[in-house]
Antibody, heavy 126, light 108 residues
Framework: QVHLVESGGGVVQPGRSLRLSCAASGFILSNYGMHWVRQAPGKGLEWVAVIWYDGSSKYYADSVRGRFTISRDNSKNTLYLQMNSLRAEDTAVYYC???????????????????WGQGTMVTFSS | SSELTQDPAVSVALGQTVRITCQGDGLRSYYASWYQQKPGQAPVVVFSGENNRPSGIPDRFSGSNSGNTASLTITGAQAEDEADYYCNSRDSSGSHWLFGGGTKVTVL
């Protein structure tokens, strides 16, 4: 069975760092682009970042660019999100999601996000 | 613009048809995907692209695209279809992704 399992969330103070992990099973991670998506309590989904299947390109939402870094270790079948300079507004459930297809010529992910993890919560203490 | 716009909420009588729309400039170049999210659960893709319904998704879910607007139609809505629905696509640059604000569907 195809699964994604996030870990690494928790309670953090503003300004600190946290690294989230997303372990893939049931498929070969290196064949897929991957995304991080977050959802603040009671709010909608917000796309955070994408990394191409081979790690050659990465793109970020304006709200996290310069603070968050998406990476992958295909040998470990694991996706990461390094979050630095955390802010209270980063409070959310963080999901990793698999991108179903990529353009064969460019490597660019095409969507949809066909597999999602159950999410890991990041909250802040004052 | 770098936004996808959805109506916040719609309601539909049991067994009737409801259409959810999503508007954005990027939709002129890229197809939308649609996700269903129930409370406490991760989103699930219910329709994508020009005409793609994942296996296991009932055929009462269908999608369409025209200009800068994508639509998801539920024909014969069931009680279990009550959920939040989000559209998703790329922005005009093609490199960044967006979600609409979500539409809460209530089945009466």
């Amino acid at each position: 069975q195809v699964h994604l399992v996030e870990s690494g969330g928790g309670v953090v103070q503003p300004g600190r760092s946290l690294r989230l992990s997303c372990a893939a099973s049931g498929f070969i991670l290196s064949n897929y682009g991957m995304h991080w998506v977050r959802q603040a309590p009671g709010k909608g989904l917000e796309w955070v970042a994408v990394i191409w299947y081979d790690g050659s390109s990465k793109y970020y939402a304006d709200s996290v660019r310069g603070r968050f870094t998406i990476s992958r270790d295909n040998s470990k079948n694991t996706l990461y999100l390094q979050m630095n300079s955390l802010r209270a507004e980063d409070t959310a459930v963080y999901y990793c999601a698999r991108d179903a297809y990529y353009d064969f010529l460019t490597g660019q992910p095409q969507g949809p996000f066909d597999v999602w993890g159950q999410g890991t919560m990041v909250t802040f203490s004052s | 613009s770098s936004e996808l716009t959805q109506d916040p909420a719609v309601s539909v009588a049991l067994g009737q048809t409801v259409r959810i729309t999503c508007q954005g400039d990027g939709l002129r170049s890229y197809y939308a995907s649609w996700y269903q999210q129930k409370p406490g659960q991760a989103p699930v893709v219910v329709f994508s692209g020009e005409n793609n319904r994942p296996s296991g998704i009932p055929d009462r879910f269908s999608g369409s695209n025209s200009g800068n607007t994508a639509s998801l139609t539920i024909t014969g809505a069931q009680a279990e279809d009550e959920a939040d629905y989000y559209c998703n696509s790329r922005d005009s640059s093609g490199s960044h992704w967006l979600f609409g604000g979500g539409t809460k569907v209530t089945v009466l």
